[in-house]
């Protein structure tokens, strides 16, 4: 519980007094919107951090000995020490109060899953260490891999912490809290999302704390509200939107919508080393972008390229 207490600390000093409150409908499992959830651990006007994520204080957890390939419908994984990675390949599971270590991914039609107060470490490895589709992420801490979450249909991260992905000395990985290379329905609500590991010499780092892209596929139906973007100069942007015309599907980005979220300020005045924001297109139907800004309250502008 050390390395927990010593999270939390480094994160309090990181967020430097922003302050946020968000609340979103939701359905475990599939990012559709239905009954209530919200975040009864974190305190008001505070982000997520190691402390307010994770494993609840005082579980007892027991080693896991169930598949590490889920096919059972409603499978339930609680208070478990889980040691392999987990492929989903089932409705409805649930993944609670639990760490793994190793990559947690679901992906097939009909397939989903709830991951919540949970631990789950990607480690070294060359992966994105929670993914793909039909997946409720609430009140997590998720580190390691190529990236945290990376997601292409139908999922609700909210209110975790995505941090330190994992690039080897010699790896040119290009590295991301959350990544999407093409999706929909999607929603990032209260996270705290950080790509934090340094740059190494093969230029192996991080590219954003999160990125939608075009390259397999156009991206429309995104929700990124109340996050905290933690600022690195060892990062090239904070956040990119989804536009770029040099990629196969970088101009059909649309009815991304971005509020109320809240960028930290690196000793360049910006949130990363080349700046803030980019590729994010205002004039794309149903594209919004209000309410976004620095710590220091200045509006943060977004840039198309």
């Known amino acids: 519980m050390w390395r927990k207490r010593l999270l939390a600390a480094l994160a309090t000093v990181l967020v430097g007094g922003a302050a946020a409150w968000w ?11 239905s009954p209530n959830f919200t975040n009864t ?29 889920i096919k059972e419908s409603g499978t339930v994984i609680e208070a478990s020490d889980v040691r392999c990675p987990l492929l989903i390949q089932a409705a409805d599971v649930v993944i609670r109060n639990s760490k793994v270590t190793g990559s947690v991914k679901v992906e097939g039609k009909g397939h989903s899953l709830l991951i919540e107060d949970s631990d789950i470490d990607g480690g070294e490895a060359f992966l994105h260490t929670v993914g793909f589709e039909n997946l409720t992420v609430l009140r997590s801490d998720i580190v390691g891999g190529q990236s945290a979450v990376n997601c292409y249909l139908n999922c609700v991260i909210q209110d975790s912490y995505l941090h330190n992905p994992f690039v ?20 990032l609500i209260g996270n705290t999302l950080a790509c934090d590991r340094p740059t190494n010499k093969a230029g192996g780092g991080c590219t954003s704390n999160a990125s939608i892209f075009g ?7 995104y929700t990124i509200q109340g996050n905290l973007f933690v600022a690195s100069t060892e990062m090239s942007y904070c956040f990119y939107g989804g536009y770029d015309a040099k990629k196969k599907f970088g101009t059909q980005s649309e009815r991304i919508v971005v509020v109320d979220n809240v960028f930290q300020r690196g ?25 976004n800004r620095f710590v220091d309250g200045k509006a943060v502008e977004p840039s198309a390229s």
Request: proline residues 8%; hydrophobic residues 25%.
């Open 267 to 291: 000793p360049n005045g910006e949130c990363a080393s080349f700046g803030t924001v980019t590729s994010f297109n205002t004039k794309a139907p149903g594209n919004e972008w209000r309410g």
């Open 215 to 221: 390259d397999l596929g156009p991206n429309s139906d």
């Open 168 to 187: 080897p000395e010699g790896g040119d990985w290009h590295l991301n809290g959350f990544l999407s290379n093409g999706g929909t329905n999607i929603k």
């Open 41 to 69: 651990r974190k305190k008001a006007d505070v982000f997520p951090d190691a402390a307010s994520t994770g494993v609840l204080d005082g579980t007892s957890l027991r080693s896991y000995d169930g598949p590490c390939t």
């Open 23 to 33: 609340y979103v409908e939701s359905r475990p499992g599939g990012g559709d919107t």
